[in-house]
């Protein structure tokens, strides 16, 4: 079995094609121990498991395959992992290249504090109600959360996987991924009864960078998976976003970072997110301002009026006059459409605001 994210096989498939890579595999052309591991793959097993959880495999030639997956050819290695995958194993009633077509990426920390599991339920179910399918690795945490937030909805959720699509792990979401697998897609490059290792959950971060058309990073630490599937989706060519998070916690440092340094657009909802994935002049967001106040239509010149008009104690005619810069005549006008709007009042003493 050839590992996930083989640079080398990933080369030798795109210029040889898959039976050539294959026979170069299995005649020791790429190493004795990968071949040794080819020739311990067990085909009728997998067969076997595979019709027994339902999955299917599909390769580049197939209408569900995404064309997304096509960018891993294009960006470098990252952590010794890179290339397009050979296939992939799918799990459930969901089309992969329709539901990856309108698709966002939230990732981020398994230890999430309540703050960062909240945010990522959030957005993952305003964009899931909104028709985007919201993709993760079905881990504790940020990738949990996601998946439940779209789940709620009833909105479209991937997840993909760094072991086969029939191993629940982590065991205690498996009735999420029962979930996923009953009415959406669980996905993985991984044969049936794969189990997860740490190079294969940096090859699977790829494909989550890979399939969605943008990345959201939700609490990470300087160090983790979330920030190496943030940097495929910068050799993906896809948008990468980050959420702010307290200053003093130690899993707002990579998204403040990215943030910071450029790499990440700041988001705090899901208008934000669909802003920045959807194609040029869609989905355009207006500046946000606060609540509109009695005095904006004002024009200049009755505007620096009402604002030379003390708030405390009253200003004669003259005082007002000189402060806000115009003839005494020009301010009795403005002082008198000012008193119509309700904005300030007149007395024996002088003006104020009302």
Known sequence: MVESGDVTVAGLVATAGAEAAWSS??????GAPLAAR????????????????????????????????????????VQRRGGPPIGVWVRGPGHLAAMTERSVA???????????????????????????TVISGGAYGVDAAAHRGALA???PTIAVLACGVDVPYPRSNARLFDWIARDHLLVSELPPAATPTKMRFL????????????????????????????????????????????????LSVAPHEMIRDGQALLVTRAA??????????????????????STDQLGPQRLAVFEAVPARRPARVDDIALTAGVTVPLCLAELAALESAGLVRSSADGWRIS
């Open 25 to 30: 595999v299995a005649d020791g052309d790429l």
């Open 38 to 77: 080819a020739a311990q793959v067990d085909c009728d097993r997998i067969d076997e498991l595979a019709d027994r959880c339902g999955a299917r495999f599909l390769v580049p030639d197939d209408d569900e395959w995404p064309s997304g997956l096509e960018d891993l050819g294009h960006g470098q290695a």
């Open 106 to 132: 939230i990732v981020g920390s398994r230890a999430a504090t309540s703050y960062g599991a909240g945010v990522a339920a959030d957005l993952a179910s305003e964009l899931a109600e909104d028709g985007v």
């Open 153 to 155: 909805v009833r909105g």
């Open 203 to 250: 090859a699977r971060n790829r494909m989550i960078a890979a399939l969605g058309r943008g990345t959201v990073v939700v609490e990470a630490a300087i160090r983790s998976g979330a920030r190496n599937t943030a940097a495929w989706a910068q050799e993906c060519g896809r948008p990468l976003m980050a959420v702010p998070g307290p200053v003093h916690s130690a």
């Open 272 to 293: 934000e997110v669909l802003e920045a994935i959807a194609p040029i002049g869609e989905h355009l967001l207006a500046t946000r301002r606060g609540a509109e106040r």
